[in-house]
């Protein structure tokens, strides 16, 4: 079983849909990220839950949220996504307070049409 | 304002040769960095990390140099091998803040035989 698993690893909806992405991690690791890229852009943090709680939201728009039930587990919640949010959205986990790096999951990529 | 630059967004080696990526920093708080690499459609896997009180770390065929005066480290790869073709990202880290990564834009790598 890999270390942190997205689903869907594809995803397209219309710009009225609901939908979750999910990311479980099965590290033990305490910190979990959720991470944009567009094309030709770097990596862009979006949320970061530090034990559960959401220590950084990235100026990110409120058509994106996140929830952290749990240390294992992130989902972010989309709805009246825009086409420009289209890209592929990255989860990650690691363990704060080392020096260790962050493991990332396959990603999902999103069309919004 | 970008604090961690990839400026070359591509690089063409020959088989067998060295390559060398380079990255740049502005944040002098940044105390761990990483290198990671992509494939298409899958997320970043780590590649090699260095703290900042160290100016190289080695692992086979890898090596990440850091110049902490210059605010620049590089990652060689020696010897290049077609598989080493992907995108490589710089990451820098602040290891008392959350943990999260910022994240330079990628330079491609293509290794040809």
């Known amino acids: 079983e890999t270390g942190v698993t997205q689903t869907p690893r594809h995803l397209v909806m219309g710009m009225t849909n609901k939908k979750s992405l999910k990311c479980e991690q099965h590290?033990?690791?305490?910190?979990m990220y959720w991470y944009k890229q567009s094309a030709k852009k770097p990596l862009e943090l979006m949320f970061v839950?530090?034990?559960?709680?959401?220590?950084e939201n990235n100026s990110v728009p409120s058509r994106f949220s996140p929830e952290c039930p749990n240390s294992s587990h992130l989902f972010l919640h989309l709805h009246t996504l825009q086409p420009e949010d289209s890209a592929l959205y990255l989860c990650?986990?690691?363990?704060?307070?080392?020096?260790?790096?962050?493991?990332f999951g396959q990603g999902t990529r999103l069309t919004v049409v | 304002d970008q604090q961690v630059k990839q400026n070359s967004p591509s690089l063409s080696v020959q088989e067998g040769r060295i390559s060398i990526l380079n990255c740049d920093y502005t944040?002098?708080?940044?105390?761990?960095f990483l290198w990671y690499k992509k494939y298409p459609a899958e997320g970043p896997t780590f590649l090699i990390s260095?703290?900042?009180?160290?100016d190289k770390n080695e692992d086979g065929r890898f090596t990440v140099f850091l110049n902490k005066s210059a605010k620049h480290l590089s990652l060689h790869i020696v010897p290049s091998q077609p598989g080493d073709s992907a995108v490589y990202f710089c990451?820098?880290?602040?290891?008392?803040?959350?943990?999260?990564?910022?994240f330079g834009q990628g330079t491609t790598l293509q290794v040809k035989p």
């Open positions: 260095i703290s900042s009180i160290k």
């Open positions: 590290l033990g690791h305490n910190a």
């Open positions: 990451a820098a880290l602040r290891s008392s803040n959350t943990g999260k990564l910022i």
């Open positions: 990650a986990s690691s363990q704060v307070g080392q020096n260790t790096e962050a493991f």
């Open positions: 944040n002098s708080m940044f105390d761990y």
């Open positions: 839950y530090n034990f559960k709680e959401q220590t």
